[in-house]
């Protein structure tokens, strides 16, 4: 008799607990939700800008990524055609490394963008009848702003231009004529990059 009790409870047990299992909800517990506030992994890029090239020079410039912030160091070097330094008895060229700090619009950085620069310009003038060179080493902060165009896969264009204001700049006196400079420059570019 016992042993039919024992085995009635059993039976019991184990028919309740699959009736519970069976009627027991099968969607997994709320994950936790996702949020804009993860932070975004660290990326790197590399920029060229093809107009230094076009104007006998050279640009290459390495930026780091993350979140909205951009930051970039480059170096760059060309020959202003006159049309630039407005100077027809003059040559000019202008070499020089920089950073940029960059802040996106957007969270996957593309699109607008506005930030803030400075470099060590080296602009050296010659002057043509004489050959006689003038060559003045400065620090240049300024502002920019630009737009990120994805074209495709990591490869993108980046339209900007910048506004900056040298302190010091003044005109100079190169084989008894003067170069006239301005301490304020106006520099739109188109550069060419790749988001690794």
Not at 17 to 28: D, G, H, V
Not at 81 to 110: C, I, S
Not at 134 to 162: D, H, K, N, Q
Request: aromatic share 12%.
């Amino acid at each position: 008799m016992k042993n039919v009790l024992y085995t009635c409870v059993l039976a019991f047990v184990v028919l309740t607990a699959n009736t519970a299992f069976a009627a027991a909800p099968t969607t997994p517990p709320p994950s936790i939700p996702e949020t804009s506030e993860r932070s975004a992994p660290l990326r790197a890029d590399v920029e060229i800008d093809p107009i230094a090239y076009a104007f006998g020079g050279f640009s290459l410039h390495v930026g780091l990524r993350f979140s909205r912030v951009r930051i970039d160091l480059g170096a760059f070097a060309a020959t202003l055609p006159e049309a630039m330094h407005r100077n027809p008895e003059f040559d000019a060229a202008m070499r020089g490394f920089g950073m940029k700090l960059d802040v996106y619009l957007w969270d996957d950085q593309t699109g607008p963008f506005a930030g803030i620069e400075a470099g060590v310009l080296t602009s050296t003038v010659f002057e043509r009848d004489s050959g006689v060179a003038s060559e003045v080493t400065r620090i240049a902060p300024g502002l920019r702003l630009g737009w990120m165009i994805p074209i495709t896969g990591g490869f993108y264009a980046l339209p900007w231009v910048g506004v900056g204001y040298t302190p010091g700049v003044d005109d100079r006196v190169v084989a008894g004529k003067t170069f006239t400079e301005s301490p304020w420059t106006l520099f739109p570019t188109v550069h060419l990059g790749y988001r690794f």
